[in-house]
């Protein structure tokens, strides 16, 4: 629900920004040559016809609509976020901004239907309430269940967008007050893959690659990532090098025709375009193409610093070129053509997203993407990157601090000798910490909540009513009576909506803490402006919860000794050190300074001594069967004794749980718009980003729409073997789908793509598969033209 | 060798029965997703197994548990699962079930291989080694599952 006013208070494009960035969404160009620094280019947008000089302060922070962390300044006039620019100085970004970040960052701050006051539910409806009720509520629960069914009745379910400081805390309170092991983030359904398969390969989380890589690689590859869409700052220094002397060569590997896809044409590279869900069978005819070029790998380096070399073989060996494109739909050829790509650049960067990561089999095709690069030795060196990238902008704070349900600091589980160092840090009885359980994720703790078994689940800023897969189960989860719901957000979320108290809480800008993008870069966001009303930051809040339950530790002191987030993040940090994030020497005095800055302190890429995080004393993971999800146990780790090598781990195709039928003849698929972010929380308050993408819609392949009779504009109807939704078609887009295939964006809360998806999960990552569902679509009728300006 | 032939009976009556009880619980809790996905994915792998034996078999002749003159492996043959329990209590006993059944046919590709050595019949000897790797496999997943499931159910499960 948006109202006019909302979006009133931004008048859109300035002339401050130059151009109308919603049309020019990756801005003007600044092309050099390969392995010369990324030119600077300052992006600016101020609401209001603002100049520059009229703004009364600057306060510094980084974007906070995707994951890439662009590093900027929030104008605060007035006491109001009135706009935003880019840091010229940032590592990240070198001064830009893109059409998210420059018209979505502060709009919604201050929109009449920000949430002030906290909200109880009394005789079914919501009603203004004080803290002090709020909270008291939230607490009487919870010491109750604790009392009469233990820890194991508390979950939570947190967000890629809180800060560090807020995560670790919300750890900390979990594994160590209550000792649940029922906690994960919404980042299980855009990163958890990245997080698996970096472990699967290296040991431990963490991104090898670095941006800089951009400037020095021949060769880019981009996995399932449609990253002009998704990260418009990364993919303009992309096309910086694509348009400059010397430039890579690009290979996308995606079933629609993106603008990486033209940009793959344009560079002499080569377009993928696998039926949606048979990117393993893909990437393992690469990997054999490689392997039958004995020239392309690099023998010595994978004898030296990898096992499984064998295994891989085998596994990889059915997936000739030919079978792939009987199996993906691609040209054999244009496979051979791209492994030809890899095996002879110099320098290849890689990237993957949710193309890979929320489909099946995700972590063993994204696990193939690493093995690529170890046959070559192709990691740690400028230009040979490797990014699992994140869908959220502190997807990975959430992972490291174990907010998600791993455990704090990339420590194992299965490791005991992990958790007493928490312990001792925390001064704890180790056995509260709850590795006696595996950590259970998202989709299991929903199922929890809707048999009871969860009585008490805690959502922040995430709004599962509209991102989960099956939505209307997970709505009628959260209403129901057999779980007691709490949501913290900035607003009135479907989610909020349906609690039984809702938290005001503050958000960016409104509070100060730190966040860390793909390449590890951590940027610290300076409070600018106070927070509305009673909102709270999402760290007082837990902090107010903490002391009203009377968490202790062992020798009876408060198990939280923080009130600040530059204490909070004092004890985070002392908690990584001598582990792979370890961001011990980077304090809020050294965040301070003109630019972010990556962990560990110095180190641009990992890895480049060739020496991985995978002693059995040091790993994040035992590891997993990438096919049934099983754990490895520390006996069968040992037995490898992987001793610093690199895991080279393949998996045979299967076909995906939802096959196309003569009922349900296509296949449908979902993702993102350049204009939304997420459920749109934040970007449907902006109205130039609204503009641009005010509904839902579905794309049909040109075939597939004269067969149907389908015209630009009708309304149709999608319906998968549960639910259904009608959306107007979009008809030969710029991202051409193929046929059999459509398309529909998951921003949209009154469309929700998720009521299509199903629930199923990838075993090793846990991450939801809402790539890949057959359905059948029909056409109701011509579209409304008059219906174009209504906001969702 | 009257008792290697009755052992591949055995085990390709044990791998048929673990197929079809890993689908009755797919069955029979198709509402946890995972389960539901996993458990028919590996009666598939039972399926393979029995695929493979088959032309060794044909070549030993199967003699299957209650026929005549065998009667030692009779009190190995363990009854498949019909139905699944309900619950979250119930999918861990499943689970367990399914276990035991998987370590009777483990131990019985293992008992197998040892045999096949013996008479240096390589064929057999690497269908039950492939096999026998796979169904340890199909036990760490329901290793990996039970414990998963266990915590809840036995302490705050109604
Ligand atoms: S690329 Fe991402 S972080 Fe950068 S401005 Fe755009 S939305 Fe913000």
Redesign the interface.
């Known amino acids: 629900m948006v109202t006019a006013n909302a979006t009133d208070a931004n008048t859109g494009p300035q002339p401050g920004s130059g151009t109308d960035r919603t049309r020019d969404i990756w801005g003007e160009r600044t092309p050099h040559p390969r392995g010369t620094p990324w030119p600077t280019r300052v992006d600016l947008h101020l609401e209001d016809g603002l100049a520059e000089d009229q703004v009364d302060s600057w306060v510094s922070s980084a974007c906070l609509l995707c994951s890439n962390g662009c590093g900027c300044d929030i104008a605060v006039k007035d006491g109001r976020m009135v706009g935003i620019r880019g840091r010229e100085t940032d590592r990240v970004n070198h001064g830009r901004l893109g059409p998210k970040g420059l018209y979505g960052s502060t709009p919604w701050s201050h929109s009449p239907d920000r949430l002030t006051r906290p909200l109880v539910r009394e005789g079914g409806e919501l009603v203004e309430t004080d803290w002090d009720t709020a909270m008291g509520r939230v607490v009487a629960r919870s010491k109750q269940l604790l009392e009469e069914q233990g820890p194991l009745s508390h979950g939570f379910y947190t967000s890629g967008q809180l800060f560090l400081e807020e995560y670790y805390t919300l750890a900390v309170i979990g594994k160590a007050g209550l000792g649940t092991p029922h906690m994960d983030g919404n980042t299980r359904l855009c990163t958890a893959t990245a997080a698996a398969a970096l472990k699967e390969s290296f040991g431990a989380d963490g991104q090898p690659g670095s941006y800089a890589d951009i400037e020095h690689c021949d060769a880019l590859f981009l996995y399932g990532h449609n990253m002009a869409e998704t990260q418009t700052v990364l993919w303009s220094r992309i096309l910086d090098r694509t348009r400059g002397e010397d430039p890579p060569k690009v290979v996308c590997v995606d079933p629609r025709r993106t603008a990486v896809a033209a940009e793959a044409e344009a560079t002499g590279g080569v377009h993928l375009a696998p039926t949606v869900g048979t990117n393993l069978a893909l990437m393992n005819a690469l990997t054999r193409e490689l392997l039958e070029h004995d020239e392309w790998v690099d023998h010595a380096w994978v004898d030296a610093h990898t096992i499984g070399l064998e295994g891989l073989r085998a596994a990889v060996a059915p997936y000739t070129p030919e079978k792939a494109a009987e199996i993906c739909g691609v040209d054999a050829d244009a496979v051979r053509r791209a492994a030809r790509i890899f095996g002879e650049s110099e320098a290849v960067l890689s990237t993957v997203l949710q193309g890979f990561y929320q489909s099946h089999q995700a972590t063993a095709a994204s696990v193939a993407v690493n093995n690529l690069h170890l046959l070559r030795g192709q990691i740690g060196r400028p230009g040979c990157g490797l990014l699992q990238m994140n869908g959220q902008p502190t997807a990975q704070n959430n992972r490291e601090t174990g907010a998600d349900g791993d455990l704090t600091g990339f420590r194992n589980w299965d490791n005991p000798q992990h958790v007493q160092e928490l312990a001792d840090h925390w001064n704890v009885d180790p056995m509260t910490i709850p590795h006696w359980a595996p950590p259970t994720h998202a989709m299991q703790i929903f199922s929890y909540a809707e048999a009871g078994t969860v009585g008490l689940l805690w959502i922040s800023a995430t709004n599962p009513a509209v991102s989960m897969p099956e939505s209307e189960r997970i709505k009628r989860i959260l209403a129901g009576d057999q779980c007691f719901v709490v949501v913290q957000d900035l607003f009135l979320t479907e989610t909020a909506r349906l609690a039984d108290v809702v938290l005001p809480a503050a958000g960016w800008g409104e509070k100060t803490g730190c966040f860390t993008n793909v390449d590890r870069t951590v940027h610290l966001s300076r409070q600018a402006v106070d927070p509305p009303g009673e909102a709270r930051s999402d760290l007082d809040i837990l902090l107010a919860y903490a002391d009203a339950m009377g968490f202790t530790d062992k020798d009876g002191g408060p198990l939280i000794t923080w009130r600040t987030p530059e204490e909070a993040y004092q004890h985070w940090s002392a908690a990584t050190r001598g582990r792979p994030c370890d961001y011990t020497g980077i304090t809020y005095e050294v965040l301070s300074g003109p630019t972010g800055v990556q962990w560990p302190q110095g180190v641009e890429r990992l890895y480049a001594d060739a020496r991985f995080p995978t002693h059995t004393e040091q790993c994040e993971t035992f590891g997993h069967d990438l096919t049934t999800g099983a754990t490895v146990t520390e006996q069968e780790h040992r037995a490898q004794a992987p001793a610093g090598r690199a895991f080279l781990k393949g998996a045979p195709y299967s076909p995906p749980h939802e096959e196309p039928s003569e009922a349900y003849p296509f296949r449908l698929t979902t993702g993102r718009t350049v204009y939304h972010f997420h459920t749109r929380t934040k970007t449907a308050r902006s109205r130039p980003l609204d503009e641009r993408a005010p509904h839902a819609w579905v794309e049909l392949a040109p075939g597939d729409s004269q067969r149907l009779g389908v015209t630009d504009g009708d309304l149709v109807r999608l319906e998968p073997p549960r639910g259904s939704v009608d959306v107007p078609a979009r008809i030969g887009e710029v991202t051409e789908v193929p046929e059999g295939t459509v398309f529909v964006p998951f921003h949209y809360g009154d469309h929700p793509a998720n009521e299509l998806t199903m629930t199923v999960w990838d075993p090793v990552s846990k991450q939801p598969t809402f790539k890949t569902a057959a359905c059948r679509v029909t056409r109701l009728g011509a579209g409304n033209p008059t219906d174009q300006g209504e906001e969702g | 060798m009257p008792h290697l032939a009755t052992y591949v009976g055995l085990a390709d009556h044990s791998e048929q029965t673990l197929a079809d009880s890993f689908r009755a619980i797919a069955e029979g809790h198709a509402h946890?997703?995972?389960v539901f996905?996993?458990c028919r994915?590996?009666a598939g792998w039972c399926d393979r197994h029995r695929e493979a034996l088959a032309p060794v078999v044909d070549r030993y002749g199967e003699q299957g548990p209650g026929q005549e003159g065998v009667d030692e492996p009779e009190r190995l043959h363990a009854a498949g699962l019909a139905q699944a329990r309900e619950?979250?209590v119930g999918l861990l006993r499943d689970l367990q079930d399914l276990h035991v059944l998987a370590s009777l046919v483990q131990s019985t590709w293992m008992v197998i291989a040892q045999g096949a050595q013996g008479l240096r019949d390589r064929e057999l000897f690497q269908i039950a080694q492939d096999n026998g790797t796979e169904t340890s496999?199909?036990i760490?997943?329901l290793?990996?599952r039970m414990?998963?499931a266990?915590?809840?159910a036995l302490?705050?499960?109604?």
Do not use: C, S
């Open positions: 946890v997703a995972d996905h996993t994915l590996l619950g979250e496999r199909q760490a997943w290793d990996t414990k998963v266990a915590p809840q302490i705050v499960a109604p």
